[in-house]
């Protein structure tokens, strides 16, 4: 038994000497103008989601979804989000499609995570992708505005379409498809 816990023990070692040394060697590569893999986005998002999931903080939105406030979202959005998430006229990002993993376009394809959820990410950013940490840029009740622009995109009421409408000359998007999860 004492002998097959050690073989176990040194043939983990082994693996990860060896994964190592094919990193510092050169052998991974290092091209974000790639798309990832099918299990590699899978295991990535079930781990992202999960993280969160055991991370975050179960907060309801402190701000409520007045039409302001909603506007401020849209505002926010638009200056800090959309070069990489896509603008309300709802056209592809290229930029954001050039990260690795791109960026969602969270106009066309909203996401339908809960706001504690959407608050946690945008706040803290994700580790290794081109999503960064709000928290320095945006105050608190900020990043909760935007949240709660993007938990009601395809159900903004007709003042804040209004608004979208005027500032971008494009009906604001509110007959895309059902909101569904990026997993
Ligand atoms: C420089 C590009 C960039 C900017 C600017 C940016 N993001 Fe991101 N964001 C990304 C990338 C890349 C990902 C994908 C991370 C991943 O797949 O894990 C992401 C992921 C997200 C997600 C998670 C989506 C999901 O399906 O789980 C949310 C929500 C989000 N961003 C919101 C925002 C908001 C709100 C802003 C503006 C305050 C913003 N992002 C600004 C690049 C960006």
Redesign the pocket.
């Known amino acids: 038994m004492r002998n097959f816990v050690f073989g176990v023990v040194v043939t983990i070692l082994v693996l990860l000497i060896a994964g190592l040394g094919l990193a510092l060697l050169g052998f991974l590569p290092t091209r974000a103008n790639r798309s990832p893999g099918k299990m590699e986005n899978h295991i ?2 079930s781990a ?1 989601d999960n993280s969160v999931d055991r991370h975050a903080p179960r907060l309801n939105n402190p701000v409520p979804p007045t039409d302001e406030n909603l506007i401020e979202g849209v505002k ?2 638009t200056t ?2 959309a ?3 896509g603008n309300l006229d709802r056209q592809p990002s290229p930029f ?1 499609e050039s ?1 690795y ?4 376009n ?1 106009i066309r394809d909203p ?1 339908d ?1 809960p706001e504690w959820h ?1 608050f946690y ?2 706040r803290n950013g ?1 580790r290794y ?4 940490a ?1 928290d320095k840029t ?1 105050s608190d009740p900020d990043i909760w505005k ?1 949240t709660a622009f ?1 938990s009601r995109i395809n159900k903004l009421p007709p003042a804040v379409q209004d608004f979208v409408k005027a500032s971008n000359a494009v009906p604001a998007p509110t007959s895309t498809p059902e909101a569904h999860d ?1 997993k």
Request: with cysteine; net charge negative.
């Open positions: 990535a998002m992202l926010i959005y800090n989000c070069g990489c998430h954001g990260f993993p791109s960026a969602p969270l996401p995570d959407l990410v945008i994700v992708t081109g999503m960064a709000w945006l935007v993007l990026h």
